[in-house]
């Protein structure tokens, strides 16, 4: 079981990694040397093949400046950026951000609504 998740959470980072490479226009090479790293390493990364040190993945962070969340493919780009804004304001604007999504964003996930949309079928 352990394994299956180590594989999983390799495979959701080598994503991420070669996405946030591709937005941001950088080769894995040239990500390397960015960094000060080797390809092969970077490389072996994208391949799902090992995981970076801590601190490699701090200078990813850094780099990248996304969350740790989306290296490891638990959030999306989409939700990193509504993160970026929302952290930035006071919490009277937090709270009033949260109360609006609660009053117009439904709480089910799409298998809920494909569901009820075959009850009423």
């Known amino acids: 079981m352990a394994t299956e998740i180590n594989s ?3 495979q959701q980072f080598a994503i991420s990694i070669a996405k946030l490479a591709l937005e941001r226009g950088v ?3 040239e990500l390397a040397d960015i960094l000060n790293l ?3 390493g970077v490389s072996r990364w994208t391949r799902g093949e090992t995981f970076p040190t801590p601190e490699v993945i701090d200078k990813l962070q850094d780099y990248f400046k996304v969350p740790i969340a989306q290296l490891l493919g638990e ?5 990193s ?3 970026k804004v ?3 304001l ?3 604007d937090k709270v009033k951000v ?3 999504a609660l009053q117009h964003v439904p709480l089910t996930t799409p298998n809920q609504n494909k569901d009820s949309d075959k009850s009423n079928t």
């Open 8 to 10: 999983r959470i390799r």
């Open 27 to 29: 080769t894995l090479k």
């Open 38 to 40: 080797s390809y092969s």
């Open 75 to 79: 959030i999306t780009s989409l939700e």
């Open 81 to 83: 950026g509504i993160l």
């Open 86 to 88: 929302v952290s930035q």
């Open 90 to 92: 006071d919490q009277d």
């Open 98 to 100: 949260l109360d609006f």
